[in-house]
C-alpha cells in the first residue's frame, strides 16, 4: 500500500512538472482561414510571384521588409538596411543573419539575389516590372542573359546598380517574398512555377505548411525558429471551398467555420453587413487600399479571333464610358466604393480634379456610335472573374445599359486558369478588372500608366502607348512630389482623352474576422501594407 501511495504521489509531481497549455494562454484551436488560389488548388501551391489570394504566402514567406501603414514607414524584416546613393541609380539591402527556412538550411543574400532573378525571368511573374530599371532588366527577362548584370551580391550585402534615376525603385520591392535557391536554383525559371517544390514549399516565415491534402485543405504551424517575434496562434488550417465558390464560403464563416476573411471572400461591404445580420460575432474592417477596379478594352488579339475593329475608334470607347453608370455601380457597395472620373482615388493628392465626372447618357452614346459607323448587329463580349453576386447585379446593370443605346452585350464569368484566360486567351472584349497598388506609399495609385507595360497584351494604340511610356518614366525618375502630381495628372487626362480603361470606381478592402473566435490587431490591418503582424494574433477559445 505505501508502494502504490509513493507511486501515486512521483506520478502527481511529474504531472505537476508538465507546463499546462492552457494556464499559459496556448491554444491548440487552429485558425480557420479560405484556401483560394487563382491557378486552382488542384496538385500545387501557387507562387507568391504569380499572385496571392489567400493568407498562405504571408505566413509561409517574408518579405525584405514591412510597410508599417500606421506610422507610414518601412520597418526591417528580412533586410535590416538599406539605402542609395545621392542621385537614387544605386541602392543596397543588408540582409539579416540567421534567418532559417523551414528545412533548416540558413537564408542568405544569394537567395534574395535569386529571387529577384526568378520574378524578372519567370514568364508566369506579376512583379517583373518593379525591377525594370535594374541594368540587365530586358536582357534577363528575354532569356538573352541567365544573370541580371546591374545585381551583385557581396556578404551579406546585395547591390542593385539602376540604368536611370527612381527615387520610389525600393518602394516597389519591399514587399517581394524570397524564395529558397538551395531548392529552386537548379530549375529552369520557366518550370519552376510547375515543380514539385509547390506540392509543399518551403517559406523562412512564421509559419510552415505541415499537412496538404489537395484539394481540400492544408494545415500550417508555428516556425519555432522564426527570426521575428513568434506568431501568436499555435495551428492554422486552410479549408477549399472552391466547389462550392464564394457562397460556400461566405456561409462557412456565418456559420463559424472560417476566422478571418480576406478581400477575396468578402468582396464587398454589402456581403460584410449581410453576414453580421446573420451572425452577431462577426465583425469588419475597412482597410486602406489602393484599389481601383475598371473596364479595359482588348485591342490585340483574342485567341478565337473574334475580334472587334469597332473597338479601335476613340469615339466608340467615349460612347462605351458614357454607358458605364459608376455612380449606381459604387452604390452597389454600401458606401465602400467611390465613383471616380479617373483611376485615381478622388481623395488622394494626384488626383486631377480637373477631369469632368462622366455620367451616364445614353442618347450622347449613341450619337458617338452612330457617327462612327459603329456594327449593331455584333456583341461585345464582357468578361469578369469575381464569383459573387454584387459583381452579377453589375452584370446584369451593365447589359441592360448598353440594351438602350441599342448594343448587344454578352457577359461571362472566367472560371479556371485566370492567367491564362486573361493574359494568353483574351476571348474578349472588355475584361473588368482590379488593380491593386502594392507600392503602400504612394498614395495615388494609377493603374494604367503603373501597370502599363504589364497590359502591353490590351494592343494600346502605339503613339499613345508612347506618350504614356514617356510620362511614365518621367514619373518614376521624379523625387519631387508636387512635379510627380503634374505627371499624374497629364496622365490621367490622357486616359480620358483615349477611354483605354474606363473607370468604374475605386474600392477599400473590407476584412473581416469572429470576434468570438480569434483577436486581431485592428489598427494594424486598417492601415494596410502587408505586415500581419502575427505575433499580435490570439485564439480565443
Same mark, same amino acid.
Given at each position: 500500500?505505501k508502494?502504490?501511495l ?30 483560394? #488560389? ?74 534574395? @539575389? ?19 530599371? *535594374? ?21 551579406? *550585402? ?42 509543399k ?5 512564421? +509559419? ?8 481540400? +485543405? ?8 522564426y ?9 492554422? #488550417? ?22 478571418f ?27 486602406n ?24 475608334? $476613340? ?18 457597395y ?9 483611376? *485615381?482615388?478622388p ?8 477631369i ?6 445614353? @442618347?450622347?452614346?449613341k450619337q ?11 456583341t ?47 476571348? +474578349? ?36 502607348t ?18 510627380? $502630381?503634374?505627371?499624374?495628372? $497629364?496622365?490621367? @487626362? ?23 473566435? *480569434? ?16 505575433s499580435q494574433w490570439?485564439?480565443?477559445?
Amino acid at each position: 500500500m505505501k508502494k502504490l501511495l509513493a507511486m501515486l504521489l512521483a506520478l502527481m509531481l511529474m504531472l505537476s512538472a508538465v507546463p499546462c497549455l492552457a494556464e499559459a494562454g496556448e491554444s491548440e484551436t487552429p485558425l480557420k482561414l479560405q484556401w483560394s #488560389q487563382a491557378i486552382g488548388i488542384d496538385t500545387l501551391f501557387e507562387s507568391p510571384a504569380r499572385d496571392q489570394q489567400s493568407l498562405y504566402p504571408y505566413m509561409v514567406f517574408d518579405t525584405l521588409m514591412y510597410w508599417d501603414g500606421a506610422n507610414s514607414e518601412h520597418v526591417p524584416a528580412l533586410a535590416t538596411e538599406w539605402g542609395s546613393n545621392e542621385d537614387y541609380t544605386e541602392f543596397t539591402l543588408t540582409i539579416r543573419d540567421g534567418v532559417k527556412w523551414h528545412d533548416g538550411e540558413t537564408l542568405t543574400a544569394e537567395d534574395v @539575389a535569386f529571387t529577384i532573378e526568378y520574378y524578372i525571368a519567370n514568364p508566369n511573374s506579376s512583379g517583373a516590372r518593379r525591377f525594370q530599371y *535594374v541594368e540587365g532588366y530586358d536582357a534577363l527577362k528575354n532569356g538573352e542573359a541567365e544573370h541580371l548584370s546591374g545585381m551583385s551580391v557581396e556578404g551579406n *550585402v546585395v547591390t542593385l546598380k539602376l540604368a536611370k534615376s527612381y527615387p520610389l525603385f525600393l518602394s516597389g520591392v519591399y514587399s517581394t517574398m524570397i524564395l529558397p535557391k538551395h531548392l529552386l536554383g537548379n530549375i529552369a525559371w520557366a518550370d519552376i512555377d510547375s515543380s514539385d517544390f509547390w506540392k509543399k514549399p518551403v517559406g523562412c516565415g512564421a +509559419y510552415r505548411i505541415n499537412e496538404v491534402s489537395f484539394p481540400d +485543405y492544408f494545415t500550417c504551424i508555428r516556425f519555432d525558429e522564426y527570426w521575428g517575434e513568434p506568431a501568436g496562434i499555435k495551428n492554422v #488550417q486552410f479549408v477549399s471551398y472552391q466547389t462550392g465558390g464564394n457562397d460556400a464560403a461566405v456561409a462557412a464563416m456565418i456559420n463559424g467555420d472560417i476566422d478571418f476573411g480576406t478581400r477575396q471572400l468578402i468582396t464587398d461591404r454589402s456581403i460584410a453587413n449581410n453576414m453580421i445580420r446573420q451572425n452577431a460575432d462577426l465583425k469588419a474592417l475597412s482597410v486602406n487600399a489602393h484599389n481601383v477596379r475598371c473596364f479595359v478594352f482588348n485591342l490585340n488579339q483574342r485567341a478565337d479571333g473574334n475580334m472587334k475593329p469597332d473597338l479601335m475608334k $476613340k469615339e466608340v470607347r467615349q460612347a462605351f464610358d458614357l454607358l458605364v453608370d459608376q455612380q449606381t455601380i459604387a452604390s452597389f457597395y454600401g458606401g465602400q466604393a467611390i465613383d471616380s472620373a479617373t483611376l *485615381v482615388n478622388p481623395n488622394a493628392f494626384e488626383y486631377n480634379t480637373d477631369i469632368p465626372y462622366v455620367p451616364k447618357d445614353v @442618347a450622347k452614346a449613341k450619337q458617338l456610335l452612330e457617327e462612327a459607323n459603329f456594327d449593331f448587329s455584333q456583341t461585345i463580349d464582357i468578361a469578369y472573374y469575381y464569383n459573387d453576386q454584387t459583381t452579377a447585379d453589375i452584370m446584369a446593370l451593365l447589359t441592360q445599359d448598353f440594351a438602350e443605346a441599342g448594343v448587344k452585350v454578352n457577359t461571362y464569368l472566367m472560371e479556371g486558369d485566370l492567367a491564362n484566360l486573361i493574359y494568353t486567351t483574351c476571348n +474578349y472584349d472588355l475584361l473588368y478588372l482590379a488593380g491593386a497598388n502594392s507600392d503602400a506609399e504612394q498614395s495615388a495609385y494609377y493603374f494604367q500608366c503603373t501597370s502599363w507595360g504589364t497590359y502591353t497584351f490590351m494592343g494600346q494604340l502605339e503613339e499613345s502607348t508612347a506618350m504614356f511610356d514617356e510620362l511614365m518614366n518621367s514619373y518614376n525618375t521624379t523625387a519631387d512630389a508636387e512635379a510627380r $502630381k503634374e505627371l499624374s495628372w $497629364k496622365m490621367q @487626362a490622357l486616359n480620358y482623352e483615349n477611354a483605354y480603361m474606363l473607370p468604374a470606381y475605386v474600392l477599400n478592402q473590407t476584412v473581416m474576422y469572429n470576434t468570438a473566435a *480569434v483577436e486581431v490587431p485592428e489598427t494594424a490591418l486598417e492601415a494596410g501594407g502587408v505586415n500581419y503582424c502575427w505575433s499580435q494574433w490570439k485564439m480565443l477559445k
